[in-house]
C-alpha cells in the first residue's frame, strides 16, 4: 500500500501563500514524474502542476507566475509554493504520481483544503 502524506492547506487571505508537502516513500519518489491536482466544488479536477525526475515543471495557465512545484530528493518530498493566492484557488488539492509521465496517475495522496477568501 503506497502512502502518499500531504500537509499544508488551510484558510488564507487573498494575496497570501501557502506551501503544500507531500512525501512518498523513496522508491516512488525516485523514478516518477509526479503532479498537483486540485478540485473545486461543482468543477472537474483539473491539473496545477507537474515534475519529472530531473525537476522540469509545467503549469497550468491559471497558475504560472504564482505557483512554484518542487521537489527535495533528499527528504522524499514533493511541495507546491503557491503565492499571491486567489480566492479561485479555493479547492481540494491532491498530489499524485504519474508512473509514465503522462498525465495517467497512479497513487494519489488524501487531499488538503486550500480556502482563499
Known amino acids: 500500500h503506497v502512502q502518499l502524506v500531504e500537509s499544508g492547506g488551510g484558510p488564507v487571505q487573498a494575496g497570501g501563500s501557502l506551501r503544500l508537502s507531500c512525501k512518498m516513500p523513496?522508491?516512488?519518489?525516485?523514478?516518477?514524474?509526479m503532479g498537483w491536482l486540485r478540485q473545486a466544488p461543482g468543477k472537474e479536477r483539473e491539473g496545477v502542476a507537474s515534475?519529472?525526475?530531473?525537476?522540469?515543471?509545467t503549469y497550468a495557465d491559471s497558475v504560472k507566475g504564482r505557483f512554484t512545484v518542487s521537489r527535495n530528493n533528499a527528504t522524499n518530498t514533493l511541495y507546491l509554493q503557491m503565492d499571491n493566492l486567489k480566492p479561485e484557488d479555493t479547492a481540494m488539492y491532491y498530489c499524485?504520481?504519474?508512473?509514465?509521465?503522462?498525465?495517467?496517475?497512479?497513487?494519489w495522496g488524501q487531499g488538503t483544503q486550500v480556502t482563499v477568501s
Open positions: 523513496k522508491d516512488i519518489f525516485s523514478t516518477y514524474c
Open positions: 515534475i519529472d525526475s530531473e525537476g522540469t515543471a
Open positions: 499524485a504520481t504519474d508512473p509514465n509521465c503522462n498525465s495517467e496517475y497512479a497513487y
